[in-house]
Nanobody, 130 residues
């Protein structure tokens, strides 16, 4: 049984930083690309970033490019999202997901809609407010 668990969310002031972590178990973690998504109340889910199985290649949404950094440690079955220069509009529930469809080791195609990710965590809340 695949389990995906996020952690690291919280309340942070504008301009601050947070690092989210996500651990996946029940699969061969190193074979799968991983993604981070978020959803704010009343808004559609947004794909933020994807990292390939090796960690060598990454992709970002324009809204977070230059502020967020995705990375992974396959020895720990963990993927991270380092978030800097946070803004109030970054407030959302943040989700980690395992790519399980198609060429699931890579971030090819329209990964941002989330449809190629088959395993999701419960989310961790990030609130950016003074």
């Amino acid at each position: 049984q695949v389990q995906v668990v996020e952690s690291g969310g919280g309340l942070v002031q504008p301009g601050g930083s947070l690092r989210l972590s996500c651990t996946a178990s029940g699969l061969i973690f190193a074979e799968h690309a991983m993604g981070w998504f978020r959803q704010a109340p009343g808004k559609a889910r947004e794909g933020l970033s994807c990292v390939t199985w090796s960690g060598e290649n990454t992709d970002y949404a324009e809204s977070v490019k230059g502020r967020f950094t995705i990375s992974r440690d396959n020895a720990k079955n963990t993927v991270y999202l380092e978030m800097n220069s946070l803004k109030p509009e970054d407030t959302a529930m943040y989700y980690c997901a395992v790519r399980s469809v198609g060429q699931y080791s890579f971030c090819y195609g329209s990964w941002g809609d989330g449809d190629v990710f088959g395993y999701w965590g419960q989310g961790t809340q990030v609130t950016v407010s003074s």
